[in-house]
């Protein structure tokens, strides 16, 4: 399988805290992305960053990357009740994505 | 939002029943892909498409095929439906930036059950 792991499968934080999401992966790549979804939804796109970088910052959100750990974390600061989602992170090469099982997050109000 | 409309949205039908999922873009990108997403295993690629009339398999392909016959329409087969295919489908879009893999555009999902 070419898919990757992310860690932990579920996790639950009071508003206001920060949540930590890992990631790892198997595979070579030219940028990783990370991804929410909503209960019923489809995935909307948060976040890429290029093989080449080692981190990334967009609002609240800081994501990097270590490619010869393969592994990759997404941050969100200053959580709030709407934060609550599933995240996957994805791993893209050549056009092809595959996905992580992803993270249950839930941010109690 | 990105112009990706999957139908039907939710489907119900019996074992060894052909079953036909559409994914229809109206942002001329070039990528096309179908996902299954179950409990447990995340999102799985099932098939994806770089161009009219070119796809390839992705990691879960048994028991389904895919054509595409304008760059606008996706279509996902199952030939003759099992349990094990119950599932949420998902189509997905990708153009290019600046020449390498962008990202993802999402349907909202096609759930089936098979009986």
């Known amino acids: 399988s070419q898919q990757g792991e992310e860690d932990p499968q579920a996790l639950s934080i009071q508003e206001g805290e920060n949540a930590t999401m890992n990631c790892s992966y198997k595979?070579?790549?030219?940028?990783l992305q990370w991804y929410r979804q909503n209960s019923g939804r489809g995935l909307v796109h948060l976040i890429l960053?290029?093989?080449?970088?080692r981190e990334k910052h967009s609002g609240r959100l800081r994501v990097t990357l270590d490619t010869s750990k393969k592994s990759s974390s997404l941050l969100i600061t200053a959580s709030r009740a709407a934060d609550t989602a599933s995240y996957f992170c994805?791993?893209?090469?050549?056009?092809?994505?595959?996905f992580g099982t992803g993270t249950s997050l839930t941010v109690i109000p | 939002d990105a112009g990706i409309t999957q139908s039907p949205r939710h489907k119900v039908t019996e074992t060894g029943t052909p079953v036909t999922l559409r994914c229809h873009q109206t942002?001329?990108?070039?990528?096309m892909y179908w996902y299954r997403q179950d409990p447990g295993h995340g999102l799985r690629l099932i098939h994806y498409?770089?161009?009219?009339?070119?796809?390839d398999k992705g990691e879960v392909s048994d028991g389904y095929s895919v054509s595409r016959s304008k760059t606008e329409d996706f279509l996902l087969t199952l030939e003759s439906a099992t349990s094990s295919q119950t599932s949420v489908y998902f189509c997905?879009?990708?153009?290019?930036?600046?020449?390498?893999?962008?990202?993802?555009?999402f349907g909202e999902g096609s759930r089936l059950t098979v009986l």
């Open positions: 595979t070579s790549i030219n940028n």
């Open positions: 960053i290029r093989s080449n970088e």
């Open positions: 498409s770089y161009g009219v009339k070119d796809t």
């Open positions: 942002e001329n990108h070039r990528y």
């Open positions: 994805a791993t893209a090469l050549y056009n092809q994505f595959y």
């Open positions: 997905a879009i990708s153009g290019t930036m600046g020449g390498s893999t962008g990202e993802l555009f």
